[in-house]
C-alpha cells in the first residue's frame, strides 16, 4: 500500500514558499539545542517561540482558515495542510496557545458579534493566549459535576474555585474557563463559560511537577471579579456553558485531526539504521525489522484516521465516533510504541545524559509524555464517547454504575 501525500501544483508551490520562509526565520543553533522536554525550555526560547507565533500570526499561517477580520489568514484547507505538515516538521519551542485550537472554535461558534472582535483577532495574530480552564480536583471526566461558582453581583460575575492540569509552558492573557452559575438548574444547563483576564484580583497559580511536563498548573479563583461581557455564549449565553464546552470538547476529543505523523517514528528508524550492535547495524536485526515495520504501518494507520478528521472537520461533516476513535488511536499508540522503543533501543531511551540518550532525548522524554493518557479525556471516557455515538452504551445519558452521568471530558 502507498501511503505518500502527493500535493497539488499549487500545493507544492506554497510548501516551498512555507519551508524557504521557515528555513530564513529558525535559526539552526535553535533547532539542534532545543530540549525535548517541554519543562526545559529556556525563557530566552519561549521567548523567541513567542515572537515566531506572531510573526506566523502576521502572515495569517497561525490560524490559516479563519478570517482576515478575526486575525486568520483567510487560506483553504489545502493551504492549512501544508503549513501543519511543514511546521510539524520543525523543532521548535512548544506553542501551547490553546486559544487557537480550543478557545477560539468556541467564541466562534458561540461569541457575539463584539467577543469575536475582542478575542478573535488577537489570537488568531498570537498575541492573545489563552489557557483552557475547564478541569477541577473532584470533575475530570466527570466534567458536569464541576464545583467552581460564578455569582452575578452588578454587572460582574464574582468565581470562586479551583482548577488543575491548567496551562501550558508560556504565560496567558485569558484562562477559558467553566463555572456553575445557577446551582438550582438541572445538570449541564447550570454552567457558563467565561474569558476570564489571568491578572485578574483573586488568581492564584501554582506549577505543578507532572512526570510529562508540560508547564501545567493549579490555578485558585477567590472571589474573581469578571464583567459580564466576557460571559461566552451568545446574547442569552447564562447557562450554556456545557454546550459552549462541547464545541472546544468535540475537538479536543480528536475532532480537529492531523495531517502530519509524528516525526518520532522517522527519527527512531533513522537511529536504527546509525546504530551499530555486534558490528551490523540495528536494522540488519531480523526481529528489529519487524517491530520497526509494525511501528511504521501503526504510524500510519493513525495518520490516516487523523487525516479523514481533519478533512471531516474541514468539510463541516457531523461526527459521530470517529473524533473519540482517532484520540484513542493516540492514547493508545504512545504507550504501546514507548514499550517497543525499550525494546529496540535499551536503556539507551531512558536516559538523559546527552552522551547516552538515543536521538537527542527525545526517546526519554517520550517515554515520560507517553505515560499523560489524560489530556482531553482518558482513554476509557473516549471508548465510552464511542459506545455512545454507535449505540452500544448502557443508555445514551448514563455510562457509570455509581449512577453518576458522565461528562465525558
Ligand atoms: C498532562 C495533562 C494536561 C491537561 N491539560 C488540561 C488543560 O489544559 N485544561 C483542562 O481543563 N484540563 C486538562 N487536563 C485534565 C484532563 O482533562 C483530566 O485529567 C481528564 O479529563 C481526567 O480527569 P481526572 O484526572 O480527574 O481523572 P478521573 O476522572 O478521576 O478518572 C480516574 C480514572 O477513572 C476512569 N474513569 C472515570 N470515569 C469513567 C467512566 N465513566 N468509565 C470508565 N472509566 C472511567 C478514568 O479513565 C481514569 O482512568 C490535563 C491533564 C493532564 C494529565
Redesign the pocket.
Known sequence: MDFSVVDTPEQAAFRREVRGWLDANIPKELEENLSPDPQEVTEAEFQWGWEFQKKLGALGWLAPTWDKEHGGGGLSVDHAMVIDGELSMRNLPPMSN?GIALAGPAIRAWGTDEQKRRFLPGTGRGEIIT?????EPE?????ASLKMRAVLDGDDYVLNGT?????GCNVADFLYTLAVTDPNAPRHQNISAFMVPNNSPGITIHLLD?I?G?G?RMVYYEDVRVARENLIGGENGVGKGWWVAQTTLELEHGGSGRVVRDPLVDQLIRYCRSSVRGGKPLTADSKAQQMLADIYIRSHVGRLIGTRNYWMQSAGKKFSYEGSQFSLWGKTFAPWLAKQVRELVGPYSLVTDQKWAAIHRELESHQRQSL?T????????QR?IMARAIGISRSPNR??ASGKP?GG?
Do not use: C
Not at 489557557?131 to 478541569?135: K, L, N, V
Open positions: 490553546l489557557w483552557q480552564a475547564f478541569t470533575a475530570g471526566s466527570d466534567l482548577k488543575m492540569f491548567i496551562g507532572l510529562a508540560g501545567k499523560a489524560h489530556p482531553g479525556g482518558t482513554p476509557e471516557i465510552v455510562t457509570a458522565s471530558h
